[in-house]
């Protein structure tokens, strides 16, 4: 009777789709921050949502990492070279996790 059940099913299935893409396409190092500075910064309730900006700059800003800070729920956005060795520009810190492209 409800002709837009399926379209609703259908946006749904969009959205699963859209969210195992994001959690494939970056690697989490978790209580790692990057210390380089970020080339933006914004607050959203998530980490998903964090790495979901990331994909949509993606194109206009190449967005290849992220820290996210939960205490603050702030997203740092980067612009880095997912193929050099990112080792010295890693600190460890509690609550910080770090969204990098993988290669």
């Given at each position: 009777t409800d002709e837009k059940n399926p379209l609703h099913i259908c946006e749904m299935e969009v959205l699963v789709s859209s969210s195992t893409y994001e959690l494939i396409n970056f690697h989490k190092l978790m209580n790692t921050k990057l210390v380089d500075k970020p080339m933006a910064q914004v607050q959203l309730s998530n980490?998903?949502?964090?790495v979901r900006e990331c994909l949509q700059r993606?194109?206009?800003?190449?967005c290849t990492a992220v820290n996210w800070i939960t205490s603050t729920r702030s997203c740092q956005l980067y612009r880095i070279n997912p193929f050099v060795d990112l080792t010295a520009r890693l600190i460890t810190d509690q609550g910080t996790d770090l969204y990098i492209q993988r290669i």
């Amino acid at each position: 009777t409800d002709e837009k059940n399926p379209l609703h099913i259908c946006e749904m299935e969009v959205l699963v789709s859209s969210s195992t893409y994001e959690l494939i396409n970056f690697h989490k190092l978790m209580n790692t921050k990057l210390v380089d500075k970020p080339m933006a910064q914004v607050q959203l309730s998530n980490s998903f949502f964090c790495v979901r900006e990331c994909l949509q700059r993606r194109l206009s800003t190449y967005c290849t990492a992220v820290n996210w800070i939960t205490s603050t729920r702030s997203c740092q956005l980067y612009r880095i070279n997912p193929f050099v060795d990112l080792t010295a520009r890693l600190i460890t810190d509690q609550g910080t996790d770090l969204y990098i492209q993988r290669i």
